[in-house]
């Protein structure tokens, strides 16, 4: 392995640009939602059913991805997921009607969860030995970032060379990204091992992890359901923040333009940043648990709703309302950095930890069945300051659930540190 360094850590970037970047055909609408509305011709509530119909089947695959890491090569897998998903990036190019893009959203989920994610991140991980787990996985989630960041800017470079009214600006966006995808499906081809080598030491392990069983006891921890809906919470925010670039064009006026810049810097530059910030609060700040730090920002981030409501009908000062965003973003791309360690540090026991992130990302990641369909209905239906503090009130709402679950979560925590020091026994830690 170390006479291979330089390889392998091109290897992780190769692999860390394609998981990163390769969402973002699927989730177009996070910049382009106004784009997509103009030249594709549909509206914001078809808009949101196309993000909800990714989501409902990204919910479906997230669990049977691990299957498919355990199962198959991930060279092929890799390669084939991302030079697919690039095939359908030029159909998407065409500017399909409605039913034409549910298809495409369907086929985008298959080739980026299914085929995917957990291939990705096993892959990933197999590149250096136990003790060197946290530096892969670090730095995978930070060239995750640099990746869609760059990628992103240099879309919106090429997308604002072309007229305001010209329908080639968004079908050359999509090109970019269809082509990025192919090319690095072929360098993964070359870079990327197979990752059989070794199934035969962890099979019996692995099997373990599928029994329903397992699943069963996984579902009867409470601490599972505590973490479960503080990502839930989180990722609810998450999904509201992709709607800043309506939000600062229609009610603040700027630009679409400088809009989807600030777009760019909200979903894209602040979730390369400030997820390993997360990680640094809780490695040199006093506050050394996960969850009481996501539980501070979720204090934060509440504020800052709460301020945004403020202003939410009488906007004069779009320092004051960006600011606002950037500061809400930090909390939660904070917390999005921290949450999955909350399993951990409820002591889950290592042998169902796989099963618990699965059942955790299934109800985690609803909002992307929900908040789409939901926010967009709201866009077509009502005054933009009625449907923004809409917005903003169900993003409170999340924001609340935050602090309560983290509440039970750590006092869960501190409840089972006394029981664990005396038994040393991880699963009455973690028992319901």
Not at 316 to 336: D, E, H, K, M, P
Not at 360 to 374: A, E, M, Q, R
Request: positive net charge; charged residues 10%; contains cysteine.
């Amino acid at each position: 392995m170390q006479q291979h360094s330089y390889r392998r850590w091109i290897t992780l970037a190769i692999i860390s640009f394609s998981g990163g970047v390769s969402f973002d055909l699927a989730y177009l609408r996070y910049i382009y939602q106004i784009p997509m509305a103009k030249f594709m011709g549909f509206s914001n509530t078809e808009i949101g059913l196309i993000m909800s119909t990714f989501g409902i089947t990204a919910i479906i695959l997230y669990a049977p991805s691990g299957v498919i890491a355990d199962k198959f090569s991930h060279r092929k897998m890799i390669t084939s997921a991302m030079i697919i998903t690039g095939i359908l990036g030029l159909l998407m190019m065409t500017y399909p009607p409605l039913w034409a893009m549910l298809l495409i959203q369907v086929a985008f989920a298959i080739t980026t969860i299914l085929m995917l994610w957990s291939v990705s991140i096993k892959a990933a991980s197999m590149l250096g030995d136990h003790s060197e787990q946290g530096k892969i996985m670090g730095w995978m989630e930070g060239l995750r970032g640099v990746g869609v960041m760059s990628l992103a800017v240099f879309t919106m470079w090429a997308f604002s060379r072309f007229a305001s009214d010209d329908p080639n600006s968004l079908k050359t966006v999509i090109l970019i990204y269809s082509v990025v995808y192919i090319a690095l499906g072929i360098l993964c081809w070359f870079f990327v091992s197979d990752g059989v080598s070794h199934e035969v030491k962890t099979t019996d392990r692995q099997k373990k992890t599928f029994q329903l069983s397992d699943i069963l006891s996984v579902l009867r921890i409470s601490t599972t359901w505590y973490c479960s809906m503080i990502i839930l919470g989180v990722y609810t925010i998450y999904a509201i923040l992709s709607y800043s670039t309506n939000y600062l064009t229609e009610m603040y006026g700027m630009s679409l333009v400088a809009a989807s810049y600030m777009g760019i810097v909200i979903n894209k530059i602040f979730r390369a940043m400030c997820g390993p910030l997360g990680g640094l609060i809780t490695t040199y700040s006093r506050v050394k648990s996960p969850t009481r730090v996501i539980q501070i920002l979720s204090v934060i981030g509440a504020l800052a709703l709460i301020a945004l409501l403020a202003t939410n009908h009488h906007p004069q000062s779009v320092a004051v309302g960006i600011g606002l965003i950037l500061l809400l973003g930090f909390t939660c791309y904070a917390s999005r950095g921290l949450y999955f360690a909350c399993p951990g540090e409820a002591k889950t026991p290592t042998f169902i930890m796989g099963t618990t992130v699965g059942i955790c990302s299934v109800i985690g990641f609803l909002p992307d069945v929900f908040v789409y369909p939901i926010v967009g209905y709201w866009q077509d239906t009502l005054p933009a300051a009625e449907a923004y503090r809409n917005m903003w009130m169900m993003g409170l709402g999340a924001m609340c659930m935050v602090m309560v679950f983290t509440f039970l979560l750590y006092k869960k925590i501190r409840a089972t540190e006394v029981p664990l020091s005396q038994t040393g026994s991880p699963s009455q830690a973690s028992g319901a």
